[in-house]
C-alpha cells in the first residue's frame, strides 16, 4: 500500500502544473485546474484501486490516479489562458492588464475567475453584480502604454508590473466641447476643463483605489451639465451613469457629522448624537469633531474659534447641521436650501434650532422661502443678506454674507475680507457703519488684522453710530450737509486706519 500511495504521489506531482511560474493574472485558474487534477489523480486513484483485482492494486491504483488526473484537468480547463486574456478583473473589481497586443487577446478573467469572451464591456455595481453595456470593442475600451487594454469602465488599472495607474479614460472633451478619443489619464474640473495626468480619488484604509465624484459630465452634444455625477465615458464620448460611486458612505465611517462634496456643500448624515465624532472634509479627510469653520470662495477651510458646540445644531431628523452651511443634502440626496441654526424674531430675539429661511430688509424672519441660485458648477450660492442682527438683537441695514453660531452671534463671510474682491461700501451713512462693523469682525476672526486693532476700531465705530444717532434727521432721515460731512471724515479715518482699499470704498 505503501508503494501505491507513493505512486500515487509521483502521478499527482507529475500532473500538476507549477503555479509558482504561472502569471499573477492566471493564478486563479490555474489554481482551479490544480485543484481539480488533484481531486481527479485522489479519485481515480481510489477508484483503480477498488477495482482491480487482489495483486494488481498498486498497477490499478497509478492507472486510475493518471487517468483521473487527465480528466479532471481536462474538465477543469478554461476556453482561454494567461497567453490570450486582455487581462482580469480581481475580488475587488480592479482591472489587471496583460499587456497581450490585440491580434493575440480573445477575452479576458472575471472576478470569479471565470473566463469571458470579447473585451469587458460594461461594469461592477456596488453589489459586485456585472452591468452590461452594448457597443463594439473600441467603444468599451482603448489600449494604452505599453499594449494596456483599459476597460473604459474602469477608474485605473493594474498594469503588468502590478503597478496602479489611476485616472484612466478612453478620451476626453477640450475646452470646446469636442470629444478627443485616445487612452489618457486625468480628471475634470468644476468648470468641465480636462486636467491632464492628475488624477481625482483617494486610497481607502484597504488599500483600494476610491474614485472622487465627478463635479459633472458631458452630455452627447459636448454641453457640461454641473453637478455631483458617477460614471465613465465609453469611446465615442457617450456619458455611462453608474450606481458605483454615487453614495461614497459605504466607505465612511457610521459614528460622522457628514462630509463636504469636493464642491464644499455639505451632506448630512443621521447619527446618535453620543456616537459622532467627527466629519470628512472636502478631501475626503476625517476631521475629529463637529466642522466649526467655512469653506470660503476660493475652497479654502476657515476655521472659527470658540466653543464648539455653538458650531451647528441637530435638526428634528437628527442630522447635524453646521451652522455655516448655507443648504445640505439629507440622506436621500435631497437638498435643503436655506438652512440656519436659528432666528432673530420680530423682538430682536434669538430662537435658536436648525430652520430654514431668509430676512428681509426689515430684519424679519421669513420661515421657508430661502433665495440663492446654482452657479455654472452646480454649486448652490445664497443670495447676499439685506443687514444682520448683532448680539444685542439690534438690526443692521445693509448688503453681506455670512451666518449666525447657535448663539446667534454673527460671522462674516463675504468674500474679499483678505485681499479679494468685496463688495463696494454703500452710500448710506448708516449701511457704511454696518459694512464696517462687519469688515473689521470679519477681518478680526480671520486674523488678517490684530486683536488691538480690531478692538481699537470698534469702539471708535461705536462712537461714530452713537454720535450719528444723536444728530437731527430729517423727515426722511438723511442728515443735514454739514452733520453727514462730519461722521463721513470720521468714517474715511477710520478706513485709512484699517487700510481698506480705495476700490472697495464709497464712490463719491
Known amino acids: 500500500m505503501r508503494k501505491s500511495i507513493l505512486f500515487l504521489s509521483v502521478a499527482i506531482a507529475t500532473l500538476t502544473p507549477s503555479v509558482a511560474s504561472a502569471q499573477q493574472s492566471c493564478e486563479r485558474q490555474r489554481s482551479t485546474r490544480v485543484i481539480a487534477t488533484v481531486a481527479g489523480a485522489g479519485v481515480g486513484g481510489l477508484a483503480g484501486n477498488t477495482v482491480a483485482g487482489r495483486g494488481d492494486k498498486t498497477v490499478g491504483t497509478v492507472i486510475g490516479a493518471v487517468a483521473g488526473a487527465i480528466i479532471g484537468n481536462q474538465l477543469a480547463k478554461?476556453?482561454?489562458?494567461?497567453?490570450?486574456?486582455?487581462?482580469?478583473?480581481?475580488?475587488?473589481?480592479?482591472?489587471?492588464?496583460?499587456?497581450?497586443?490585440?491580434?493575440?487577446?480573445?477575452?479576458?478573467?472575471?472576478?470569479?475567475?471565470?473566463?469571458?469572451?470579447?473585451?469587458?464591456?460594461?461594469?461592477?455595481?456596488?453589489?459586485?453584480?456585472?452591468?452590461?453595456?452594448?457597443?463594439?470593442?473600441?467603444?468599451?475600451?482603448?489600449?494604452?502604454?505599453?499594449?494596456?487594454?483599459?476597460?473604459?469602465?474602469?477608474?485605473?488599472?493594474?498594469?503588468?508590473?502590478?503597478?496602479w495607474i489611476a485616472g484612466t479614460a478612453v478620451g476626453y472633451y477640450d475646452e470646446r466641447g469636442r470629444w478627443v478619443s485616445a487612452a489618457t489619464t486625468g480628471?475634470?474640473?468644476?468648470?468641465?476643463?480636462?486636467?491632464?495626468?492628475?488624477?481625482?480619488?483617494?486610497?481607502?484604509?484597504?488599500?483600494?483605489?476610491?474614485?472622487?465624484?465627478?463635479?459633472?459630465?458631458?452630455?452627447?452634444?459636448?454641453?457640461?451639465?454641473?453637478?455631483?455625477?458617477?460614471?465613465?465615458?465609453?469611446?465615442?464620448?457617450?456619458?455611462?451613469?453608474?450606481?458605483?460611486?454615487?453614495?461614497?458612505?459605504?466607505?465612511?465611517?457610521?459614528?460622522?457629522?457628514?462630509?463636504?462634496?469636493?464642491?464644499?456643500?455639505?451632506?448630512?448624515?443621521?447619527?446618535?448624537?453620543?456616537?459622532?465624532?467627527?466629519?470628512?472634509?472636502?478631501?475626503?479627510?476625517?476631521?475629529?469633531?463637529?466642522?466649526?469653520?467655512?469653506?470660503?470662495?476660493?475652497?479654502?477651510?476657515?476655521?472659527?474659534?470658540?466653543?464648539?458646540?455653538?458650531?451647528?445644531?441637530?435638526?428634528?431628523?437628527?442630522?447635524?447641521?453646521?451652522?455655516?452651511?448655507?443648504?445640505?443634502?439629507?440622506?436621500?440626496?435631497?437638498?435643503?436650501?436655506?438652512?440656519?441654526?436659528?432666528?432673530?424674531?420680530?423682538?430682536?430675539?434669538?430662537?435658536?434650532?436648525?430652520?430654514?429661511?431668509?430676512?428681509?430688509?426689515?430684519?424679519?424672519?421669513?420661515?421657508?422661502?430661502?433665495?440663492g441660485r446654482r452657479d455654472a458648477n452646480g454649486r448652490w450660492i445664497a443670495d447676499p443678506t439685506p443687514g444682520y442682527y448683532d448680539t444685542n438683537g439690534r438690526w443692521h441695514v445693509g448688503q453681506t454674507s455670512g451666518y449666525y453660531d447657535s448663539r446667534g452671534r454673527w460671522v462674516n463671510t463675504s468674500p474679499g475680507m483678505i485681499g479679494g474682491d468685496y463688495a463696494q461700501m454703500p452710500q448710506d451713512i448708516r449701511a457704511q457703519i454696518a459694512w464696517l462693523d462687519n469688515y473689521i469682525r470679519s477681518a478680526a476672526a480671520q486674523r488678517s488684522i490684530s486683536a488691538a486693532l480690531s478692538q481699537r476700531s470698534l469702539r471708535d465705530l461705536r462712537m461714530i453710530r452713537t454720535s450719528e444717532r444723536a444728530m437731527r434727521h430729517d423727515r426722511d432721515g438723511n442728515l443735514s450737509i454739514r452733520n453727514e460731512a462730519s461722521i463721513q471724515l470720521r468714517l474715511d479715518r477710520l478706513s485709512d486706519r484699517l487700510n481698506i482699499r480705495q476700490d472697495m470704498r464709497r464712490p463719491y
Open 78 to 163: 478554461p476556453d482561454g489562458d494567461c497567453a490570450h486574456a486582455y487581462g482580469y478583473y480581481d475580488s475587488d473589481n480592479r482591472w489587471h492588464s496583460t499587456g497581450i497586443d490585440s491580434q493575440r487577446a480573445t477575452g479576458y478573467f472575471d472576478r470569479e475567475g471565470d473566463w469571458v469572451r470579447g473585451v469587458p464591456a460594461g461594469y461592477y455595481d456596488r453589489d459586485n453584480r456585472w452591468i452590461s453595456n452594448t457597443g463594439s470593442a473600441s467603444e468599451n475600451g482603448a489600449y494604452g502604454d505599453q499594449n494596456h487594454w483599459v476597460p473604459a469602465s474602469a477608474n485605473g488599472y493594474y498594469d503588468r508590473n502590478d503597478v
Open 187 to 371: 480628471h475634470y474640473d468644476s468648470n468641465g476643463r480636462w486636467i491632464a495626468g492628475t488624477a481625482a480619488g483617494y486610497r481607502d484604509n484597504a488599500g483600494n483605489w476610491v474614485t472622487e465624484a465627478q463635479p459633472g459630465y458631458y452630455d452627447n452634444q459636448g454641453r457640461w451639465q454641473a453637478g455631483r455625477a458617477a460614471g465613465y465615458y465609453n469611446g465615442r464620448g457617450q456619458w455611462v451613469a453608474t450606481e458605483a460611486g454615487n453614495d461614497d458612505n459605504d466607505n465612511r465611517r457610521a459614528n460622522s457629522y457628514g462630509y463636504y462634496d469636493n464642491q464644499g456643500m455639505w451632506h448630512a448624515q443621521s447619527v446618535n448624537r453620543e456616537r459622532a465624532a467627527g466629519y470628512y472634509d472636502r478631501n475626503n479627510v476625517w476631521v475629529d469633531g463637529a466642522p466649526n469653520g467655512y469653506y470660503d470662495s476660493n475652497g479654502r477651510w476657515v476655521a472659527q474659534s470658540g466653543d464648539i458646540s455653538n458650531s451647528g445644531a441637530y435638526d428634528q431628523q437628527g442630522r447635524w447641521i453646521p451652522a455655516s452651511a448655507n443648504g445640505y443634502y439629507d440622506t436621500n440626496g435631497e437638498w435643503h436650501a436655506g438652512s440656519a441654526s436659528g432666528y432673530y424674531d420680530s423682538r430682536g430675539r434669538w430662537v435658536a434650532g436648525a430652520t430654514n429661511g431668509q430676512y428681509d430688509s426689515r430684519g424679519r424672519w421669513i420661515a421657508g422661502a430661502p433665495t
